[in-house]
């Protein structure tokens, strides 16, 4: 239906007078009894309360959920986070767990203190003969270094074999336990000389010993000096007990569990075969052999 313009230009002049009248009637009775527009407004609201509740219920679950979501996001970060840093922790704890181990064995070195005439340098043990018939191990330490075959294999403890082969850089130590080895020791307390016999046991056996000879469980056991092999003195165990007439010897140190040694020249050669007896020797190493004898 098509409004002719006298029509919509009386309503437009109509429009603004009504506008102020509505205006000032709300005004009026705003002021004449405000407690109708309070109870109107309350009747409102409480009418479009469950509309609201039901509007707001999927918007309230809604941002929960992306709440949680979020959250677990974070949590799945930060256990990622830690278990990096975990997995660091363990590797530095088992770095210090070697490195004290490390440190201890060296300590236990500083123990010995040898003849000042003597010459010596720490090595690692990097392999164990590990069989039934054979009582050695291998050092990282070899003619490189200074080292020469009928060399006094020690640790702080005391004496645990000499060194039997040379190779560029690595030796190899016949420990007191070889079935090979033999070495001329005495009783401190009596000073009876007897020989030292590996049998492939833990505990090597006393030889050539008056049968008379008033030993008693206790008794240290030191090099005797004969053949010129070892110098006298050097401590090498006690003795632990008699069986089947037989004396056994306890070595002062663990042979089990050798992780440093210390090599020492005591610039003697006696009863080593003329095979055994090392050319002039090479001067020791500066490097990482010798790094712990010249930090001492």
């Known amino acids: ?79 990622a986070v830690l278990r990096e840093d975990n997995a660091r922790l363990l590797q530095w704890q088992e770095v210090a767990r070697r490195l004290a181990s490390e440190n201890a064995a060296l300590r236990d070195l500083t123990k010995l203190v040898p003849d000042q005439s003597a010459t010596s340098l720490s090595a690692r043990v990097i392999g164990d003969s590990g069989g039934a018939f054979l009582r050695n191990v291998l050092v990282d330490a070899g003619a490189k270094d200074g080292v020469a075959r009928g060399e006094a294999a020690m640790t702080g403890e005391g004496l645990i074999g000499r060194v039997s082969e040379v190779g560029g850089r690595t030796a190899r130590i016949l420990l007191l336990t070889d079935l090979n080895s033999h070495i001329p020791v005495m009783i401190e307390r009596t000073s009876e000389r007897a020989l ?28 005797s000096g004969s053949g010129g092999v070892f110098p006298p003195g050097l401590p090498v165990g006690v003795v632990s007990g008699v069986a ?53």
């Open 1 to 79: 239906m098509r409004v002719s313009p006298p029509v919509k230009a009386a309503a437009q002049r109509l429009a603004l007078p009504m506008l102020v009248f509505v205006s000032a009637l709300l005004m009026v009775l705003g002021k004449a009894d405000i407690l109708v527009i309070d109870k109107t407004r309350a009747v409102v609201a409480d009418a479009l309360a469950p509309v609201m509740e039901a509007v707001a219920a999927p918007l309230t679950a809604a941002s929960q959920a992306l709440a949680t979501a979020e959250n677990a996001v974070a949590v799945f970060r930060e256990n």
């Open 196 to 223: 030292l016999d590996g049998d492939n046991s833990n505990e090597p056996r006393l030889s050539f010993l008056d049968s008379k000879s008033p030993v008693t469980p206790g008794d240290r056991i030191v090099t």
């Open 244 to 296: 089947n007439g037989i004396l056994r010897v306890a070595p002062y140190a663990d042979l089990s569990r050798l992780d440093f040694v210390r090599l020492v020249d005591y610039g003697l050669e006696g009863l080593l075969p003329q095979s055994a007896i090392p050319p002039p020797r090479a001067p020791r190493a500066k490097g990482r052999a010798a790094a712990f004898d010249a930090a001492r």
